[in-house]
C-alpha cells in the first residue's frame, strides 16, 4: 500500500474518534487536527481565535496555514483536518488529508444525532485539493 494512504490512515484513525466523541458530549465540534512528523510522531492540533465563537471556516483557514507553513519547513509529512459540514442533505464529518507524497483526499463520515446517541452512515471518499504538499 502506498506510504500516503499507510500515513494518512493513521492520523484518520485518531481524529474520527475524537469528532465522534465532541458530537457526542456537545452536539459539535470546531476544526481541529492532527499532523505526522518525519519520524511518524504524531501531534494533535487545534486552532483558536479571539472570538468566543469563532466560525469554523476561519479556524479551518488558520489550520490549513499552519500545515502549510509547516509542511514548507518539512516539519511534517502528513496532515488531517477534521471539521463539520453538511453534504447531500445529511451532517458529516468531513476529514481531509494529505501527504508529502502528493496523496490528497477528503473523507466524509455522514452521521445522525439523536437522543445521546450518534447513527453513524456510509462513509465515502472524494479527492483531496492537495493544498498542504504544494
Do not use: C, W
Amino acid at each position: 500500500m502506498e506510504q500516503g494512504k499507510i500515513d494518512t490512515q493513521k492520523l484518520f484513525d485518531s481524529v474520527l474518534p475524537l469528532a465522534q466523541q465532541f458530537l457526542l458530549e456537545n452536539d459539535e465540534f470546531f476544526p481541529f487536527g492532527e499532523v505526522m512528523k518525519p519520524n511518524g510522531e504524531q501531534v494533535s492540533l487545534s486552532a483558536q481565535l479571539e472570538d468566543e465563537r469563532p466560525s469554523s471556516s476561519d479556524l479551518i483557514e488558520l489550520l490549513k496555514n499552519h500545515y502549510i507553513q509547516s509542511a514548507q519547513s518539512q516539519d511534517i509529512i502528513a496532515s488531517s483536518l477534521a471539521y463539520d459540514v453538511k453534504i447531500e442533505g445529511s451532517d458529516a464529518i468531513a476529514v481531509d488529508l494529505d501527504h508529502v507524497s502528493g496523496y490528497s483526499v477528503t473523507v466524509f463520515v455522514p452521521y445522525e444525532l439523536t437522543d445521546n446517541e450518534l447513527v453513524i452512515g456510509k462513509m465515502f471518499t472524494l479527492k483531496g485539493k492537495n493544498q498542504i504538499f504544494k
